[in-house]
């Protein structure tokens, strides 16, 4: 069991014509001082008795030869007898053997020892050889208890970034400069992305076609799928001791704070937006022209963009005939999200309370609308209303009914307070396109349907809101979260803010002296009159 290192040679003898190996006189020096091994004939070799099988039976020993030195066949020798000695455990060291063994034959070196260590402290099946795609896979089936979203954006990340670039790594072996490369690739990639699209080339623009730049919030959630597979690793199956999602560094991340439609923006996005619509218009030589396409696509000084109430207002009153206005002003004034408003059920409807719950959604899971609950305990919420959202409800339910009687028996009772014209619940994008169709037509600037929520926001704290109670309404965790995320200034609740403040502050006129010239009191010599006692006070 501790091993012997010998010399051999490839020699054979001339009569028989075997190899002579250890028996060659040409090993050892004929005489004079110094080591008796030939410093010119032969190769070292070592020979390492192995853990018997299960059942007790003799392996073959190891064996590595054709080392150019002793001291290389000692450090071999050394190593593999410490791999032997990490644990004493039968079963483990059966393990720790067929191992050795294995990746002597593939690789004719020897395990890493840390590797090995690891992987005995840790109970892991040493012969199991995980990909990085194998365990992604893998940690998809165990995700049972996730809604269909979740499973897609996972599915996602892991079929167009991690599968691509890091799938073949092993999983032991996975580093951080792994997954750094990884990201540095999709910037890259973003470039090629950018730079066909400019091109004007169809064959380059087909490469790319259904392909847009990742950004940095996707590369964030891109690193937060795979860190929390690997943490399952870690935890579940002790595949792993080390998380390097976890230690990755990332860009920092770029917050779009929402910004407000002044006069000023909203001047500068009407110049930009009849330029690129003439533009368009000359590039399709007098077809049809796609204007709600340019309308949205006109840059702006920000991803998320807040009417001022005055535009809000001018929507709302455009808004007003068509049979969806309802729904558009429960997200303008109360917050809700696009998926929760569509899902708005009337069982949850209580007129006379005048609240509504936000018990469920409808949701778009690629393009196919999923109904479920509210993702978080926070979201499935009541809400109180205002008397005139109220009586906007009622009037929706009465031409609810109408559209039930008119369409007979091929209406769709499916109980959800908006629906289409045969009762069917509403399809999500639906709600968005109409949106985008009322703003164009009332004259507005192009905002999101998701940042009416920000002008929700925005318009509850400038009314004197406690934000606590904006919190609640809007379905947030933290009013952290919502003071950060989802609250403009309005430019006119900042200039009043101002004007209070300076009421607090009331400064004296100047004293004028004779002749027309005034006297202004030093501050310092005030201040030390008005800090130090007269001396019938001390």
């Known amino acids: 069991m501790a091993g012997t290192i010998y010399k051999t040679c490839t020699c054979r003898d001339e009569k028989t014509g075997k190899r002579i190996g250890q028996a060659c ?8 001082k110094g080591p008796r091994w030939s410093s010119t004939h032969g190769k070292w070799a070592y ?25 290389e066949a000692e450090a071999e020798l050394d190593h ?36 090995v260590r690891r992987k005995v402290r840790t109970r892991q099946d040493l012969n199991r050889q995980v990909t990085v795609a194998e365990w992604l896979q893998e940690f998809l089936g165990r995700k049972r208890r996730i809604d269909d979203t979740t499973r897609r954006v996972y599915e996602s990340h892991i079929r167009l970034y991690l599968n691509p670039y890091l799938g073949e790594i092993r999983l032991d072996r996975l580093r951080v400069s792994d997954i750094a490369g990884m990201f540095d690739a999709i910037e890259e990639f973003n470039e090629v992305i950018v730079q066909a699209r400019a091109s004007g080339d169809p064959e380059e623009r087909a490469k790319v076609r259904y392909r847009r730049p990742v950004g940095v919030t996707t590369m964030y959630r891109i690193r937060a799928t795979l860190r929390h597979a690997l943490n399952i690793a870690i935890k579940q199956d002790r595949l792993l001791d080390f998380n390097p999602a976890a230690a990755v560094e990332m860009p920092p991340p770029v917050h779009s704070r929402p910004m407000v439609w002044t006069d000023e923006r909203f001047a500068q996005w009407r110049n930009d937006h009849a ?21 949205v696509g006109t840059s702006r000084p920000s991803p998320a963009m807040v009417w001022t109430p005055a535009q809000t207002s001018t929507f709302l009153a455009h808004a007003r005939l068509h049979r969806l206005y309802a729904l558009y002003r429960l997200i303008a004034l109360r917050g809700l999200r696009r998926g929760e408003a569509v899902g708005v059920r009337w069982p949850d409807v209580h007129m006379s309370a005048q609240t509504i719950g936000v018990h469920w959604q409808i949701t778009q899971l690629g393009w196919q609308p999923v109904q479920g609950k509210p993702k978080t305990d926070a979201s499935d919420r009541i ?13 929706h339910r009465t031409r609810q009914n109408k559209e039930r ?6 209406w769709f009772d499916s109980g959800f307070v908006f629906t289409d014209e045969l009762g ?18 009332a004259g507005l600037p192009p905002v999101r349907l998701h940042d009416l929520r920000h002008g929700a926001a925005s318009l509850m704290l400038a009314a004197g809101v406690e934000l606590k109670v904006v919190q609640e309404t809007l379905g947030h965790l933290s009013s952290a979260f919502t003071r950060d995320t989802y609250t403009s200034v309005y430019p006119q609740v900042a200039a009043a803010a101002a004007e209070a403040t300076a009421a607090l502050i009331t400064v004296p006129a100047p004293i004028a002296r004779e002749g027309g010239h005034r006297r202004v009191r030093r501050l310092g010599s005030w201040a030390a009159r008005s800090i130090v006692p007269r001396r019938d006070q001390r």
């Not at 006189?25 to 004079?32: E, F, M, T």
């Open 80 to 115: 593999a007898r410490g791999l032997l000695a990490l644990d004493d455990d039968p079963r483990i060291k059966r393990q720790i053997v067929a191992l050795i063994l294995a990746t002597f034959k593939e690789t004719r070196r020897l395990p890493d020892t840390e590797e």
């Open 405 to 410: 009687l008119a369409a007979g028996e091929d």
């Open 47 to 71: 020979q390492l008795e192995l853990p018997p099988h299960a059942d007790g039976t003799r392996r073959t020993p190891l064996r590595h030869g054709g080392l150019a030195s002793l001291e």
């Open 424 to 441: 069917r619940p509403l399809h999500p994008q639906h709600v968005t396109d109409q949106f985008y169709w009322l703003a164009y037509e």
């Open 25 to 32: 006189p040409k090993l050892r020096r004929s005489g004079g």
């Open 383 to 395: 809400i109180a209303v205002d008397a005139e959202t109220m009586a906007t409800i009622k009037e």
């Open 275 to 295: 330029e690129r619509l003439a533009d368009e218009r000359r590039r399709r030589e007098g077809k049809r022209v796609d204007v709600i396409g340019v309308f």
